[in-house]
Structure formats: structure tokens, C-alpha cells
């Protein structure tokens, strides 16, 4: 029997997985994508939240397209973006992992820029998962509004970091704080645990965020499931 040439096939296969691989070498567009993750957000929002111009966010936005990573619609003058589906966002959330667990460097960066007291201040997803069903924390989504009305952890409460230490002096309760933001890569949870242990507040930081949170329970779930065979 003949065997098969799969040189074709490999070769063809292949190069459709490289177009993904080219859209995530560029560091603009690896931040584009964790902005969209956060929910859909125009040109010109995604601009001024990476501090580029509009013209070279719409380039990046474009090979993104290209390569079936985002979606897109108008709305009057404006265009807003989208990640593709949850399948982008896992590959988001596995880069993530991978990039900590292989590069040291990451851990490097980390360290350097968020709070070099934070490590005493952070909570974990099981731990946030467990108080709050005791009712033992206050879980706060420092994101934008607009960010927490497109997903958000149930039971959070949206405070967006200008209004955090106003909002909080009107709380009346003696309960922790935890705080979350984007993720591991956002810097707005650690400022704001730095900030409300500045005015007293007992406050910790969850370092992961909703795309995570989404993830975890997905695990658990999982889990039980197949205890329960």
C-alpha cells in the first residue's frame, strides 16, 4: 500500500496556526486583546487606554481581524471591537501561564512594578470564594463601569478606582475589602489596596480577575462533575 504524502497537508495546516502566532509577537496587539477581554470597546477607547494614536490602534485592529481574532461593529461614527469568542480568551489566559511559568522575567517585572508590600496582601480565588459565601469580605471591581456592566464577579460591587476612597469613608461596615481589577497585569487593584490601608481600611488584593474567576469555577465545576461519575 501507498503511503500518503503529508507534507501538503502539514504544510497548509501549519501555516493557518502561524497566522495566529504573527498576531500575537506584537506587544500592542497582546495588549489590545487583554483590554477586549474586559468587554467591546471603540477605536477610540482602546487609543486612549494604550496611549497610541487611533491610526495605529486601527492597524493593529486590522491584522487582528485578519487573523479571526476580533469582530467588529459600527455604531454612528464610531467602531467597536470585540475578542472573537471565549476561545481567544482561553488562548489569552494560557499565554498568561505559560509566559510565568517559563520566563523568569515576568515574575522580575511583576515584582518590580506592583507594590513590593503586596505580597503580603493578596488573597486567593478559593479564599475570596469561601468568605464571601460567609459573608465575611466586601468584593470590590475597581474597573470601569462600563468594564463591570459587561461581566463582572456575582457579588461585586463597582467602585471605579477615582471614587474608591470617597465611596469606602460612606461605608459603614468593619468588613475586609478584597479588590480586584483586570487581572494579574493591572496595576489598579494594588494602588487601590495601597490606598485603603493608607485610610485604615483592612483591605487585600485578588490578583485575578473576572476572565479568571470565569476560568476557576469552570475547573471546579469540572471537578465535581467527575466526582460525582
Known amino acids: 500500500m501507498d503511503v500518503p504524502n503529508g507534507r501538503p497537508f502539514k504544510d497548509a495546516i501549519y501555516k493557518q ?5 504573527k498576531c500575537l509577537s506584537s506587544e500592542r496587539r497582546l495588549e489590545l486583546l487583554d483590554l477586549l477581554s474586559q468587554g ?3 477605536v477610540e477607547k482602546l487609543a486612549q487606554q494604550t496611549n497610541m494614536t487611533i491610526a ?6 486590522q491584522v487582528l481581524s ?3 481574532l476580533v469582530t467588529s461593529r459600527k455604531k454612528g461614527t464610531f467602531v467597536y471591537y470585540e475578542l472573537a469568542n471565549t476561545a481567544v480568551n482561553e488562548l489569552l489566559l494560557s499565554l ?19 507594590n513590593p508590600r503586596d505580597s503580603f496582601h493578596k488573597v486567593t480565588l478559593d479564599e475570596v470564594l469561601s468568605r464571601q459565601k460567609l459573608g465575611e469580605i466586601i468584593l470590590i ?9 459587561y461581566d463582572h464577579v456575582p457579588g461585586a460591587l463597582s467602585i471605579p478606582m477615582n ?5 469606602m469613608n460612606k461605608q459603614s461596615s468593619n468588613l475586609d475589602i478584597v479588590v480586584y481589577c483586570r487581572g494579574p497585569y493591572c496595576a489598579y487593584a494594588a494602588q487601590a489596596v495601597e490606598e485603603l490601608r493608607n485610610k485604615g481600611f483592612q483591605a487585600y488584593r485578588l490578583e485575578e ?8 469555577m469552570k475547573s471546579l465545576r469540572f471537578s465535581d462533575e467527575r466526582i460525582m461519575r
Open 209 to 216: 480577575g473576572i476572565n479568571e474567576w470565569k476560568q476557576h
Open 163 to 167: 471614587e474608591l476612597v470617597e465611596q
Open 141 to 149: 471591581d475597581v474597573r470601569p463601569i462600563e468594564e463591570y456592566e
Open 40 to 42: 467591546e470597546k471603540s
Open 56 to 61: 495605529n490602534v486601527s492597524q493593529h485592529l
Open 17 to 21: 496556526f502561524a497566522r495566529i502566532g
Open 66 to 68: 485578519e487573523a479571526c
Open 96 to 114: 498568561w501561564r505559560a509566559g510565568e511559568h517559563q520566563l523568569s522575567d515576568v515574575q522580575r517585572i511583576k515584582e518590580q512594578f506592583l
